[in-house]
């Protein structure tokens, strides 16, 4: 080989080098890193999901769900519950192999939110059970009547996003009356002296949508605007879709807003008939209005 030859054949090799090194440099480092977050609301469809209608920075379809991997089992500690009785519930969580999950991030002042409704989402529960270690919590709670309870354990593990998982309880006692749930006709309601009434800026599936609620003096009509933090915000919005199936914890855009409006945004996941709670805080009293809304 003469000298030339030698020359060329030599800056070939390196060219060929230094490409598979650019090549290395933009390869991930490792593909079974997943990354997420939540923002301002999280949903749940069926018995387990991780929040999915707040990540609007997004993340790759190829994400594998926390709550994949975690567990929750509801029990009654006598076994069973009875209407009118006070019972004590037990939630715990686990890891998908059955270990105690025992690492919880504050949310919004809580280790662990419980929504409980009843079959026609006319009871409706949000309580904070007591963190007991080896991934248990626990709380006292009376129902109202017999029947289908599902109960909804939202909570955040550290290391991962907000999580909701849930399940149906039965409890023993005669059954109140089925109501349907039907849409509201207006959406104003009178609770506890206050006018509340709520507008929503698009009643379609998987569109953005705000929440607005204006929360007035019942009989002055004026607004109220010294509303008080409910659990470090200006208050809390519970959705659920008819049959309790799909489930959205939505938190208000501006957390340090007095009134009198607060407003939330969401997306509902799919067209039906959805119960809208909303919960602020005022003088010291919690205050829990219930709205129905069709979704096209």
């Known amino acids: 080989m003469n000298k030339k030859m030698m020359i060329l054949s030599t800056l070939l090799t390196f060219s060929l080098l230094a490409g598979c090194g650019n090549a290395n440099e933009n390869a991930p480092a490792n593909e079974n890193n997943h990354t997420s977050g939540h923002g301002a609301s999280h949903d749940q469809a069926g018995n387990q999901a991780e929040n999915q209608a707040d990540n609007h920075g997004g993340h790759g379809a190829e994400q594998i769900p926390v709550s994949d991997n975690l567990k929750a089992s509801f029990a009654f500690a006598s076994g069973s519950a009875k209407a009118n009785e006070e019972t004590e519930i037990t939630v715990q969580i686990t890891n998908k192999d ?6 919880f991030e504050v949310n919004h002042e809580k280790l662990l939110h419980l929504i409980i409704v009843n079959h026609d989402l006319s009871y409706f529960a949000h309580i904070h059970p007591d963190f007991k270690g080896d991934g248990k919590f626990t709380i006292n709670n009376a129902f109202p009547a017999g029947g289908k309870y599902k109960m909804f354990a939202d909570f955040k593990p550290v290391g991962g996003s907000t999580t909701t998982l849930s399940e149906w309880m039965d409890v023993e006692g005669k059954e109140g ?3 349907a749930v039907t849409p509201d006709s207006k959406l104003v309601k009178e609770v506890n002296d206050k006018e509340i009434e709520l507008a929503l800026t698009s009643t379609k599936a998987k569109e953005d949508v705000t929440l607005t609620f204006d929360i007035r003096d019942a009989k002055t009509k004026q607004g109220i605007n010294n509303l008080e ?3 470090g915000a200006v208050g809390h919005v519970v959705i659920l879709s008819e049959d309790a199936g799909q489930y959205l914890h939505v938190h208000p855009l501006d957390e340090k807003a007095t009134g009198p409006k607060a ?4 997306s509902f996941p799919k067209s039906g008939t959805y119960k809208i709670w909303g919960q602020f805080q005022h003088r010291g009293e919690v205050i829990t209005v ?3 809304v069709e979704v096209k």
């Open 290 to 292: 219930p709205f129905v």
């Open 177 to 179: 009356e089925h109501a």
């Open 229 to 231: 933090p409910y659990l």
């Open 98 to 103: 059955g270990s105690p999950v025992n690492d």
């Open 263 to 266: 407003q939330f945004a969401t």
